[in-house]
Nanobody
Framework: QVQLAESGGGSVQAGGSLTLSCTAS????????MAWFRQAPGKERAGVAA???????IYADSVKGRFTISQDNAKNTIYLQMNNLKVEDTAMYFC???????????????????WGRGTQVTVSS
């Protein structure tokens, strides 16, 4: 089992920045791929970004150039630096982990068995 704990959500105005963190505990060796997903009210959960233990980074087209995913393997923590936030980025953000090699199944949420509780990001105009 892998436990995930997110932090760093909040409310900002459009154009602002936030950094989310997600720390894994438990059987962290299973977390070869870690990712961020988001879900807005009435919408399906969607992939935002993913990073493999080897450092491969993948982004949804909607966040490329604005968001950066990074990791600190020594701390079993990933980060999502979000810049130039838009109103449409408003959602609950979830951290997820799986044993996928190089995050091969991303952006589908189905192959991720481990999930955090989520952290709310609200962007106002």
């Amino acid at each position: 089992q892998v436990q995930l704990a997110e932090s760093g959500g909040g409310s900002v105005q459009a154009g602002g920045s936030l950094t989310l963190s997600c720390t894994a505990s438990g059987y962290t060796y299973e977390a070869r791929c870690m990712a961020w997903f988001r879900q807005a009210p009435g919408k399906e959960r969607a992939g935002v970004a993913a990073i493999s233990k080897g450092g491969r980074q993948i982004y949804a087209d909607s966040v490329k150039g604005r968001f950066t995913i990074s990791q600190d393997n020594a701390k079993n923590t990933i980060y999502l630096q979000m810049n130039n936030l838009k109103v449409e980025d408003t959602a609950m953000y979830f951290c997820a982990a799986s044993s996928q090699f190089e995050c091969s199944a991303w952006p589908s949420p189905t192959p991720f068995p481990y999930w955090g509780r989520g952290t709310q990001v609200t962007v106002s105009s």
